[in-house]
């Protein structure tokens, strides 16, 4: 799988926006980009994915890159329950039956 | 609707013994996944069932083995248990077949401890 870069942490406050930042510079075109969160003592949460165009759903935004070399996971109003490890993750177009996770994120957010 | 179910939530077993662990995905999902974490290595994949077929492998010693039912339900085998067996193993369910275009859902996983 191409791999994904992400910063170690970042610090957010309480209903600011977050945006977490995923470089894949290695991406293919079929790959697509997901991500997934954890929240402390449970399993990942699909939080959302993308091919090319910018996506949006009830949890969060996904901004992709024109060149699709990074995209941009926006939280657009951070709560103290969205505190978790993000991960960005790439996934081969119909063939690639598993996940490959990174170290991720650690989302800290300050009340 | 009911989530991913994995049982029992928490097990001590004994270096040497074996372990089975069970899950059952979302009504209606077919592909099933389970997943290994640990501190030191984070999640790692260990094997994908779609129809009671392994479509893909981890890279995990043949100690490790799955199944899935008919009914899509999986459960995964532990045999001659060591010590860095110990883990969280999360099972994982999807709906589609091409699971690049749909995200899967995760159960709370089952903490294994190994003394």
């Known amino acids: 799988d191409a791999k994904t870069t992400q910063p170690n942490s970042m610090e957010s406050n309480e209903e600011e926006p977050v945006h977490l930042p995923c470089n894949h510079s290695t991406i293919s075109g079929t790959d697509y980009i997901h991500w997934y969160r954890q929240l402390p003592s449970q399993g990942p949460e699909y939080v959302i994915h993308?091919?090319?165009s910018n996506v949006n759903n009830r949890m969060a935004s996904l901004a992709i890159a024109e060149d699709r070399k990074s995209s941009t996971l926006i939280l657009h109003r951070a709560t103290l329950r969205d505190a978790a490890v993000y991960y960005c993750?790439?996934?081969?177009?119909?063939?690639?039956?598993?996940?490959?996770f990174g170290k991720g994120t650690l989302l800290t957010v300050n009340p | 609707k009911a989530g991913v179910t994995q049982t029992p939530r928490y097990l001590i077993k004994t270096r040497g013994q074996q372990v089975t662990l069970s899950c059952s995905p979302i009504?209606?999902?077919?592909?099933v996944s389970w997943y290994q974490q640990t501190p030191g290595q984070g999640l790692q994949f260990l094997f994908e069932?779609?129809?009671?077929?392994?479509?893909n492998k981890g890279n995990f010693p043949g100690r490790f083995s799955g199944r899935q039912f008919s009914n899509s339900r999986s459960e995964m085998n532990v045999s001659t248990l060591e010590l860095g067996d110990s883990a969280l193993y999360l099972c994982a369910s999807s709906l589609l077949s091409r699971v690049s275009e749909d995200g899967y859902t995760f159960g709370s996983g089952t903490r294994l401890t190994v003394v």
């Open positions: 009504s209606g999902h077919r592909s």
């Open positions: 993308g091919l090319t």
């Open positions: 069932y779609f129809s009671e077929t392994q479509r």
């Open positions: 993750i790439l996934r081969i177009g119909g063939s690639n039956y598993k996940l490959t």
